[in-house]
């Protein structure tokens, strides 16, 4: 038990810089004074003592102003910051070495008796205000933005901001788990910013077309050819100008495109999506149809989706994004 304080008070001079000397640790810190209340309570909910754990448990919400049901499940070293207002629900599984900032949310979003609240990984950090709903996984080492609403599962490492919840990239490798609450990245910014560098190239080129569109004879149409290692990269290539709408970055970087070849219809380009409910999936499979048929011309373009899990490993290894992050 008391190895088990040691490494609660060691776990707060490691996250917050602010903790000066042990006594004010112990005596003044909520989120420390919540999560060994919880111990107390979580032990009483293993053994059936089920009133004895609420009212724990409420004592506990009464004291420090952090809510924390005696079901949920937590490892060690997990830090509360400042604490007032997080919410942790019953089915709640929370990994080792979490960071919460105070307002932080795991709340459930079903009535049923059943597993309802996020499982989170080990070395996650939930910012400030943050939500997370429902019985969805958050990858080991994700960062969870402040303000942030999460409702879809979070990949390892990933960053997600934004309401709904976005995935941002994949944060730096660090010796330390924090957060830049004022370096976020903006995955909509980044591909409304893409979206406009493209639009003003496209308006140069139709503007130099218009002006020797009369001299030009329409060219003969594309010879079918075997899928080579040239025609093959220059399918890629157009595949590149493709953004992701919900990361913002191209298909081809992501690690999207798995195969292109020639079947006996025409080219045909497996994909897969970065969630598998990915509701802009229809406009992402006409995006990549529509670029390989600009390289291969009328013949026939067949995109089929293929059923595998994507993570940030398949995406390329210099695609690491956010200052401090």
Same mark, same amino acid.
Request: charged content about 25%; aromatic content about 6%; overall charge negative.
């Given at each position: 038990?008391?190895?088990? =304080? ?15 000397? @042990? ?11 919540? &999560?060994?209340?919880?111990?107390? +309570? ?34 060690? !070293?997990?830090? @509360? ?8 629900? /019953?089915?709640?599984? @929370? ?36 939500? &997370? ?10 960062? =969870? ?27 730096? /490798? ?23 560098? *493209? *639009? ?15 001299? @030009? ?8 050819? +075997? ?19 919900? &990361? ?11 195969? &292109?070849?020639?079947?006996? !219809?025409?080219? /045909? ?57």
């Amino acid at each position: 038990m008391f190895r088990r =304080i040691r490494e609660d008070v060691e776990t707060v001079f490691a996250k917050d810089p602010a903790a000066k000397t @042990i006594w004010e640790v112990i005596c003044c810190y909520p989120g420390l004074h919540a &999560i060994w209340l919880h111990q107390l +309570a979580h032990f009483l909910w293993q053994r059936k003592l089920l009133f004895l754990g609420r009212f724990v448990s409420h004592v506990n919400r009464w004291l420090t102003g952090v809510e924390i049901h005696p079901g949920a499940k937590i490892g060690r !070293r997990f830090f @509360i910051d400042h604490g007032m207002g997080v919410v942790i629900g /019953e089915t709640t599984e @929370i990994g080792d070495d979490v960071l919460m900032y105070q307002g932080a949310v795991l709340g459930g979003t079903r009535l049923e008796k059943t597993k309802r609240h996020p499982t989170i990984g080990d070395n996650v950090v939930i910012g400030a205000g943050a939500t &997370i709903l429902g019985p969805i996984p958050v990858g080991d080492d994700a960062l =969870i933005g402040a303000g942030s609403v999460v409702v879809k599962p979070v990949p390892i490492g990933a960053t997600i901001v934004g309401v709904p919840g976005h995935m941002a990239g994949k944060h730096a /490798e660090k010796p330390e788990s924090d957060l830049e609450h004022g370096k976020l990245p903006d995955p909509v910014l980044r591909t409304l910013s893409e979206t406009l560098k *493209q *639009q003003g190239r496209l308006e140069e080129r139709v503007r130099e077309l218009e002006r020797v569109a009369s001299h @030009i004879e329409p060219p003969p149409p594309a010879p079918k050819r +075997a899928l080579s290692p040239a025609l093959e990269s220059d399918i890629l290539e157009a595949l590149r100008k493709v953004l992701d709408p919900e &990361i913002g970055t191209n298909v081809v970087d992501l690690g999207l495109i798995r195969k &292109i070849t020639r079947n006996g !219809r025409g080219v /045909e380009v497996r994909m897969v999506l970065t969630h598998s409910d990915c509701p802009l999936a229809g406009y992402l499979v006409e995006q990549v149809r529509r670029k390989t048929r600009s390289v291969v011309g009328d013949e026939p373009v067949e995109v089929m989706l293929v059923d595998e899990v994507w993570s940030w490993a398949d995406a390329a290894p210099d695609l690491i994004w956010g200052d401090g992050i």
